[in-house]
């Protein structure tokens, strides 16, 4: 069975999502920057509707869009989100965090993910502005830290998801069944299955992952 995650903005399409199909959301402010934080409101509420329906809910940790680089104000809102989610039941939580040299920030990391206490924790899209020698290294410290999940285009967004097809194997090939690897990044109800087939993956990642 191929598990669909929709990335959402906020709560309005939520129940609209969850009727057509959706068994796992990603919930986001600002998909136009890749997705932020949600208000702890729109958090409360998603939380309770997907658990009301047997849905697993994503909250996105990010504060600002562009790159993945903190500073410290930055993580401690991070961490905040992070128990907040936590207090709210949220299923699991997606963060990424880097150095200005396109390395993996363990240290912010490790913070994080302590922050998360126990929730489903993924590695969301940072992992594409990894410099790509670092992409073994990373695998190998999130395998560690018992990071779940990797959301990964395969590359750049401006490269379509068929192009990014090799580099999404070679990510697979690297994770070796440790650590799950998510495709995601123009994903559409139109070629999730073949995309997933010729991966052999049973989870997708999109905004346009189902018809609703």
Same mark, same amino acid.
């Given at each position: 069975?191929?598990?669909?995650?929709?990335?959402?903005?906020?709560?309005?399409?939520?129940?609209?999502?969850?009727?057509? #199909?959706?068994?796992?959301?990603?919930?986001?402010?600002?998909?136009?920057? #890749?997705?932020?934080?949600?208000?702890?409101?729109?958090?409360?509420?998603?939380?309770?509707?997907?658990?009301? /329906?047997?849905?697993?809910?994503?909250?996105?940790?990010?504060?600002?869009?562009?790159?993945?680089?903190?500073? &410290?104000?930055?993580? =401690?809102?991070?961490?905040?989100?992070?128990?907040?989610?936590?207090?709210?039941?949220?299923?699991?939580?997606? %963060?990424?965090?880097?150095?200005?040299?396109?390395?993996?920030?363990?240290?912010?990391?490790?913070?994080?993910?302590? *922050?998360? #206490?126990?929730?489903?924790?993924? %590695? /969301?899209?940072? %992992? &594409?502005?990894?410099?790509?020698?670092?992409?073994?290294?990373?695998? &190998?410290?999130?395998?560690? /830290?018992?990071?779940?999940?990797?959301?990964?285009?395969?590359?750049?967004?401006?490269?379509?998801?068929?192009?990014?097809?090799?580099?999404?194997?070679?990510?697979? =090939?690297?994770?070796?069944?440790?650590?799950?690897?998510?495709?995601?990044?123009?994903?559409?109800? *139109?070629?999730?299955?073949?995309?997933?087939?010729?991966?052999?993956? =049973?989870?997708?990642?999109?905004? =346009?992952?189902? *018809?609703?």
């Amino acid at each position: 069975m191929l598990l669909k995650e929709v990335a959402l903005e906020n709560y309005t399409n939520i129940p609209a999502a969850v009727a057509a #199909g959706a068994k796992r959301i990603e919930l986001n402010d600002n998909l136009a920057v #890749g997705g932020t934080t949600v208000s702890r409101g729109v958090m409360a509420e998603a939380a309770k509707y997907t658990q009301e /329906h047997g849905v697993s809910l994503v909250a996105m940790i990010r504060p600002r869009g562009g790159n993945f680089v903190y500073n &410290d104000t930055e993580l =401690k809102i991070m961490e905040a989100d992070l128990l907040q989610a936590q207090a709210l039941g949220v299923d699991a939580v997606t %963060f990424g965090a880097l150095t200005k040299a396109g390395k993996l920030d363990t240290e912010a990391m490790a913070l994080l993910v302590g *922050a998360a #206490g126990g929730m489903s924790v993924v %590695f /969301h899209m940072a %992992f &594409d502005a990894l410099a790509p020698d670092q992409q073994a290294s990373a695998i &190998d410290w999130l395998v560690d /830290h018992q990071v779940d999940r990797i959301l990964t285009h395969g590359g750049p967004l401006t490269k379509p998801i068929a192009a990014c097809v090799p580099q999404l194997q070679a990510t697979l =090939k690297l994770a070796a069944g440790r650590i799950q690897i998510l495709p995601g990044g123009g994903i559409t109800a *139109a070629n999730v299955d073949e995309l997933t087939s010729t991966l052999n993956v =049973k989870q997708a990642h999109g905004t =346009k992952i189902i *018809a609703y």
